[in-house]
């Protein structure tokens, strides 16, 4: 797969995540744990930040894109700090930080 299909796939899961959580920032949380460990933070980060802005200019009237363009505008912001405290408390050497380091299905607050 190339990169183009990648984002394209990674895209699709988030959707299928968001209409999955139903709103829910926690079963959202869940959702993205599940996702396979090595995947970088910032696709998923990128992924849901398209998202927000996809179901915002394409489904403007509907509940439920409204709902999950809020979650996915929510989580993005929650996953950057998260990466960003990760990213700022390890050696400029590192590799990107990958989604299965940030421990979404507790508090990282």
């Known amino acids: 797969m190339t990169y183009d299909d990648d984002t394209n796939a990674l ?6 995540a968001l209409a999955r959580a139903a709103g829910d920032q926690d079963k959202l949380s869940a959702l ?3 996702f396979p460990e090595d995947i970088r933070a910032m696709a998923v980060i990128r992924g849901l930040l398209t998202a927000d802005t996809s179901l915002r200019h394409t489904f403007t009237a509907g509940e439920n894109a409204q ?3 809020a979650l996915a505008g929510r989580a993005a912001l929650a996953l950057a700090e998260i990466a960003d405290r990760i990213e700022a408390e390890t050696p400029r050497t ?3 930080v990958r989604l299965s380091e940030m421990a979404l299905d507790r508090d990282n607050g």
Do not use: G, M, T
């Open 11 to 16: 895209f699709e899961r988030v959707l299928e």
């Open 32 to 34: 993205l744990a599940a």
């Open 67 to 69: 709902r999950d363009s």
């Open 94 to 96: 590192r590799q990107p």
